[in-house]
């Protein structure tokens, strides 16, 4: 079992940053790609960006077209803990963050089924 807790969120305005993080316990962190999905009101659960474990100590970093330039995934596996660094927000990054676990494969990182770990969210809302 993996236990994901993010924290982080909270009501800001459009052009400001904020960082959430997502700790977790309950396995070895380093060996699960972590990534970082959001839902809007009304709209599906949308990828955001993955930290993708391929296999030893190599990770890559992937961000949706919509968040690239702005946002910045990243990790500490000394203290179990994946990052979203969110700069320049806009009204339309407003949504409920959620990190999820999984091991997966390559072209798989955006698929949410493929994850069997999920924290329970934390909302973001940015305001104009």
């Known amino acids: 079992q993996v236990q994901l807790v993010e924290s982080g969120g909270g009501l800001v305005q459009a052009g400001d940053s904020l960082r959430l993080a997502c700790a977790a316990s309950?396995?070895?962190?380093?060996?699960?790609?972590m990534t970082w999905f959001r839902q809007a009101l009304g709209k599906e659960r949308e990828f955001v960006a993955t930290?993708?474990?391929?296999?030893?100590?190599?990770?890559?970093?992937y961000h949706a077209d919509s968040v690239k330039g702005r946002f910045t995934i990243s990790r500490d596996n000394a203290k179990n803990t994946v990052y979203l660094q969110m700069n320049s927000l806009k009204p339309e990054d407003t949504a409920v963050y959620y990190c999820?676990?999984?091991?997966?494969?390559?072209?798989?990182?955006?698929?949410?089924?493929?994850?069997?770990?999920w924290g329970q969210g934390t909302q973001v809302t940015v305001s104009a």
């Open positions: 930290s993708y474990w391929s296999g030893g100590s190599v990770y890559y970093a």
């Open positions: 999820a676990a999984g091991r997966l494969g390559p072209n798989n990182y955006a698929i949410t089924r493929k994850y069997g770990y």
């Open positions: 309950g396995r070895t962190f380093s060996d699960y790609t």
